[in-house]
């Protein structure tokens, strides 16, 4: 009885061992031609058979057989450090810049650039060549003065040339940021030299600006008090030929009143005369005083 319980636990463990056995054959067999993949977001999958292409696969769950591929390319936004890249201006001045490029590949692109350039959407290498190129392309057209004046445009420049050459990779330009944009040492100290003697001469031209302003101040000035003096003469003049022309007015009417007055008083006098004379009782006065008028008789002067 014994030894019969003795085999059928021995084979009972072999039961055991043996069925671990197949199913950890089958956790490998499931983990090595698992047949569903997935493909994270800001990524593409590179469906690949035998080496070849099959297709290119979105975000999400990927049915993948066993004899097939799946590589991940990344079409996030990549950059790509360009450090003192070198060019020349038009009039021979030696500029350097660094810049920093911003891209990502192109997502209708993905399977050239990964048959032609790189498996995961890394193209730092080709981007910091092309912006070389393209930054001695551009800087070329531009002499120095022009190229700090219009750093703007020549950003604008550098953008425009770098997104064609940069098609060709099949990727596409997010931005460019240009720093450190400088030339030689001594080019810079002839044009720090340059500006200050433009602003000395600005400020010499302003300070004539100003003398002159004062003088043409002064001028307005003794013009205005110059009219002011002649107005006030012209009135005063004024005023005197009005009170003159008052004045004879008035004299003159008070001579006419006076000849008016004289006439006046004769009359009168004749009419006394008349009266004195319808009173007079033809007597002479009996007592004439010395000098005293003789009434109503007037001797004529003798004549000689």
Same mark, same amino acid.
């Given at each position: 009885?014994?030894?019969?319980?003795?085999?059928?636990?021995?084979?009972?463990?072999?039961?055991?061992?043996?069925?671990?056995?197949?199913?950890?054959?089958?956790?490998?067999?499931? /983990?090595?031609?698992?047949?569903?993949?997935?493909?994270?977001?800001?990524?593409?999958?590179?469906?690949? &058979?035998?080496?070849?292409?099959?297709?290119?696969?979105?975000?999400?769950?990927?049915?993948?057989?066993?004899?097939?591929?799946?590589?991940?390319?990344?079409?996030?936004?990549?950059? /790509?450090?360009?450090?003192?890249?070198?060019?020349?201006?038009?009039?021979?001045?030696? #500029?350097? #810049?660094?810049?920093?490029?911003?891209?990502?590949?192109?997502?209708?692109? %993905?399977?050239? %650039?990964?048959?032609?350039?790189? @498996?995961?959407?890394?193209?730092?290498?080709?981007?910091?060549?092309?912006?070389?190129?393209?930054?001695?392309?551009?800087?070329?057209?531009?002499?120095?003065?022009?190229?700090?004046?219009?750093?703007?445009?020549?950003?604008?420049?550098?953008?425009?040339?770098?997104?064609?050459?940069?098609?060709?990779?099949?990727?596409?330009?997010?931005?460019?940021?240009?720093?450190?944009?400088?030339?030689?040492?001594?080019?810079? @100290?002839?044009?720090?030299?340059?500006?200050?003697?433009?602003?000395?001469?600005?400020?010499?031209?302003?300070? %004539?600006?100003?003398?002159?302003?004062?003088?043409?101040?002064?001028?307005?000035?003794?013009?205005?008090?110059?009219?002011?003096?002649?107005?006030?003469?012209?009135?005063?003049?004024?005023?005197?030929?009005?009170?003159?022309?008052?004045?004879?007015?008035?004299?003159? %009417? &008070?001579?006419?009143?006076?000849?008016?007055?004289?006439? #006046?008083?004769?009359?009168?006098?004749?009419?006394?005369?008349?009266?004195?004379?319808?009173?007079?009782?033809?007597?002479?006065?009996?007592?004439?005083?010395?000098?005293?008028?003789?009434?109503?008789?007037?001797?004529?002067?003798?004549? @000689?």
């Amino acid at each position: 009885m014994a030894l019969s319980n003795s085999f059928g636990g021995g084979i009972n463990a072999a039961k055991w061992v043996r069925n671990l056995i197949v199913l950890f054959a089958v956790v490998v067999l499931l /983990a090595a031609f698992w047949p569903f993949r997935s493909v994270p977001t800001g990524s593409r999958g590179v469906l690949t &058979q035998f080496g070849a292409i099959k297709q290119i696969e979105p975000e999400g769950l990927v049915l993948v057989m066993p004899w097939q591929r799946l590589a991940l390319f990344s079409i996030r936004a990549e950059s /790509a450090q360009i450090d003192n890249a070198d060019g020349s201006t038009s009039d021979q001045q030696p #500029v350097k #810049v660094s810049l920093t490029v911003r891209y990502s590949i192109s997502p209708d692109k %993905v399977s050239e %650039v990964y048959e032609k350039y790189s @498996h995961d959407g890394d193209l730092s290498s080709y981007v910091q060549t092309a912006t070389q190129e393209v930054f001695k392309a551009v800087t070329a057209r531009y002499n120095a003065p022009d190229l700090i004046a219009k750093r703007s445009q020549v950003s604008s420049d550098i953008n425009q040339a770098l997104r064609q050459k940069l098609d060709m990779y099949g990727a596409q330009v997010i931005n460019i940021d240009m720093r450190n944009f400088s030339f030689s040492d001594t080019y810079m @100290h002839a044009i720090n030299e340059k500006v200050t003697q433009e602003q000395l001469r600005l400020a010499a031209e302003n300070k %004539v600006k100003t003398v002159e302003a004062e003088q043409r101040a002064k001028v307005v000035t003794a013009e205005a008090e110059a009219n002011a003096l002649k107005a006030q003469a012209d009135g005063e003049a004024y005023a005197t030929v009005k009170a003159a022309t008052a004045q004879a007015e008035a004299l003159r %009417v &008070q001579n006419e009143a006076l000849a008016k007055s004289k006439e #006046v008083l004769e009359l009168r006098r004749i009419e006394v005369e008349r009266v004195k004379a319808e009173k007079w009782d033809g007597k002479l006065p009996q007592n004439i005083y010395a000098g005293a008028p003789i009434p109503y008789f007037n001797v004529p002067a003798s004549e @000689h």
